[in-house]
């Protein structure tokens, strides 16, 4: 049972673009939703999260909107650099009390220069 | 942000033999939680660990398999035991609240 899923594997944008990778999640009590930027061998970083009762979240190039009656979010990366070539993983807690975090798939994005 | 480190960084290790490892974190926490990555895979919680109780297993993962340490509020441990290939992935121990949480650097395990 899949509670998060990115539906994209992969995703290449041209450098100085936008990125948009999308996470769409089943289980209704989840109240925060994390982004996470990963590179091999190491562990996941914390880019931008949201809660459950707000639309939209922006942090200088990471934008996450939300859409709870669609129950999908997506993580907007404007502009797109190198460095932004990574593995991104949206994960989903049910909030304080219960802040495990339960993942996507994951989408590998290539930023092509 | 949170500094969290973790010993050993990389382990290759013989079927049938166990290891620990550790994670230490720069602040005092509740709760700290365990995730293995599995080769292509996703991350997947393996416990939750509170400071002065027994670790909170997900379904899948048991005990005695992944026994788990937290003596304090700073530090944990877990341990594969009886390892084999299969258990060959990444381990990250992490901490923090909703709408943030943190990862050590994981610990990639490799059993032959």
């Known amino acids: 049972d899949q509670q998060v899923k990115q539906n994209s594997p992969s995703l290449s944008v041209q450098e100085g673009r936008i990125s948009i990778l999308n996470c769409d999640y089943t289980n209704s009590m989840f109240d925060y939703f994390l982004w996470y930027k990963k590179y091999p061998a190491e562990g996941p970083t914390f880019l931008i999260s949201?809660?459950?009762?707000?639309d939209k979240n922006e942090d200088g190039r990471f934008t996450v909107f939300l859409n709870k009656s669609a129950k999908h979010l997506s993580l907007h990366i404007v502009p797109s650099q190198p460095g932004d070539s990574a593995v991104y993983f949206c994960?989903?807690?049910?909030?304080?009390?219960?802040?495990?975090?339960?993942f996507g798939t994951g989408t590998r994005l290539t930023i092509i220069p | 942000s949170a500094v969290i480190s973790q010993k050993p960084s990389r382990d290759i290790c013989q079927r049938g033999t166990s290891l620990t490892i550790q994670c230490q974190v720069d602040s005092q926490v509740t709760m700290m939680f365990w995730y293995r990555q599995q080769p292509g895979q996703s991350l997947t919680l393996i416990a939750t660990a509170n400071q002065g109780s027994e670790a909170t297993y997900e379904s899948g993962f048991v005990i005695d398999k992944f026994p788990i340490s937290r003596p304090n509020l700073t530090f944990s441990t877990l341990t594969v035991s009886n390892m084999s290939p299969e258990d060959s992935s990444i381990y990250l121990c992490?901490?923090?609240?909703?709408?943030?949480?943190?990862f050590g650097p994981g610990t990639r395990l490799t059993v032959l």
């Open positions: 949201i809660s459950s009762i707000k």
């Open positions: 992490s901490m923090g609240g909703g709408s943030t949480q943190y």
């Open positions: 994960a989903a807690s049910a909030g304080f009390g219960n802040e495990k975090l339960t």
